[in-house]
């Protein structure tokens, strides 16, 4: 059992190549146990190639990861009972219905059968998914779809878990139910990892933030000293005013050569 004075993730120049193109690129990540780390970044900038490695979805190119203190590559089997993931394209059995994906699932991560049954059931309830129970996975909504995923991800009660934009797709009701989830998984000492473009989530939930663009890390910490690192570059900006997450995410992303465009569309409208 490693000591749990490790890392939850790290990884050590961790490299994507997809052919001539490098998706992801000497990215040396520390998520602490515990954190809530927002991992954020434009369109294209290598979000979900990273979790995709980290979660054992995609094989690095080079470079390292470690999860609770050990080697991925060399622990893999093990760790992955210990994660939890909500990829990109959700990878859910379309021909099941929920709960026999939920009994798979659980089965799969060596739950016993009543612990899976009881479980299953609680999620769904907590879902509001319940009355669903009939239907296949195939004919559910995007946002039922996200739910499901949601519940199989955490079903063992991971101790890490990596969600790549958990709040896109899902309605005011059921993004309430998610935040709560997660702050409780946090408070029961799990880490998450989550990508998110929605920056007012992130800014409610995440203590901590790292931002990467084009596949280069260009900011990690916690919000605070992010917010601090932007106001201290800043001068002429009126004393007191506390920066936003979009505005230290845009400042970040100007400063490192990404800055919103100044021309318009003149002809549309
Ligand atoms: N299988 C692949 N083959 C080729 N290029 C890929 C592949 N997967 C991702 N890429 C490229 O890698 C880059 C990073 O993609 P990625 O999906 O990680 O971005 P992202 O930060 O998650 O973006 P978004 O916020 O739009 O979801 C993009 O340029 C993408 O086109």
Same mark, same amino acid.
């Given at each position: 059992?490693?000591?749990?004075?490790?890392?939850?993730?790290?990884?050590?120049?961790?490299?994507?190549?997809?052919?001539?193109?490098?998706?992801?690129?000497?990215?040396?990540?520390?998520?602490?146990?515990?954190?809530?780390?927002? *991992?954020? %970044?434009?369109?294209?900038?290598?979000?979900? +190639?990273?979790?995709? @490695? /980290?979660? !054992?979805?995609? &094989?690095?190119?080079?470079?390292?990861?470690?999860?609770?203190?050990?080697?991925?590559?060399?622990?893999?089997?093990?760790?992955?009972?210990?994660?939890?993931?909500?990829?990109?394209?959700?990878?859910?059995?379309?021909?099941?219905?929920?709960?026999?994906?939920?009994?798979?699932?659980?089965?799969?991560?060596?739950?016993?059968?009543?612990?899976?049954?009881?479980?299953?059931?609680?999620?769904?309830?907590?879902?509001?998914?319940?009355?669903?129970?009939?239907?296949?996975?195939?004919?559910?909504?995007?946002?039922?779809?996200?739910?499901?995923a949601l519940s199989a991800a955490v079903i063992h009660a991971p101790r890490v878990l990596f969600?790549?934009?958990? *709040?896109? %797709?899902?309605?005011?009701?059921?993004?309430? +139910?998610?935040?709560? @989830? /997660?702050? !409780?998984?946090? &408070?029961?000492?799990?880490?998450?990892?989550?990508?998110?473009?929605?920056?007012?989530?992130?800014?409610?939930?995440?203590?901590?933030?790292?931002?990467?663009?084009?596949?280069?890390?260009?900011?990690?910490?916690?919000?605070?000293?992010?917010?601090?690192?932007?106001?201290?570059?800043?001068?002429?900006?009126?004393?007191?005013?506390?920066?936003?997450?979009?505005?230290?995410?845009?400042?970040?992303?100007?400063?490192?050569g990404v800055a919103p465009p100044e021309q318009e569309l003149s002809w549309l409208g």
């Open positions: 059992m490693a000591p749990s004075t490790h890392a939850a993730v790290r990884t050590l120049a961790l490299t994507r190549r997809f052919g001539d193109f490098t998706a992801v690129e000497d990215v040396n990540l520390t998520v602490a146990p515990g954190q809530f780390f927002g *991992f954020l %970044g434009p369109n294209g900038a290598g979000k979900s +190639t990273t979790i995709k @490695m /980290l979660t !054992g979805l995609l &094989a690095p190119t080079s470079g390292t990861i470690e999860i609770l203190g050990q080697d991925f590559a060399a622990h893999t089997v093990e760790l992955k009972r210990q994660i939890g993931v909500v990829p990109e394209g959700l990878a859910l059995f379309g021909r099941l219905t929920a709960p026999e994906y939920l009994r798979f699932v659980g089965r799969m991560y060596g739950l016993d059968a009543a612990t899976t049954k009881q479980r299953t059931e609680e999620l769904l309830d907590f879902m509001s998914l319940a009355d669903q129970n009939k239907k296949l996975i195939a004919d559910f909504s995007h946002g039922m779809q996200k739910k499901l969600l790549d934009e958990p *709040f896109e %797709g899902v309605d005011a009701i059921a993004s309430n +139910t998610l935040k709560l @989830m /997660l702050q !409780g998984m946090i &408070a029961r000492g799990a880490t998450i990892f989550l990508t998110s473009h929605v920056l007012e989530i992130v800014e409610r939930l995440c203590t901590h933030i790292a931002i990467i663009q084009r596949g280069h890390l260009v900011a990690q910490g916690s919000i605070e000293e992010l917010r601090a690192g932007v106001q201290a570059r800043q001068t002429g900006e009126a004393p007191g005013e506390r920066l936003t997450l979009e505005e230290i995410f845009l400042n970040v992303l100007g400063t490192t």
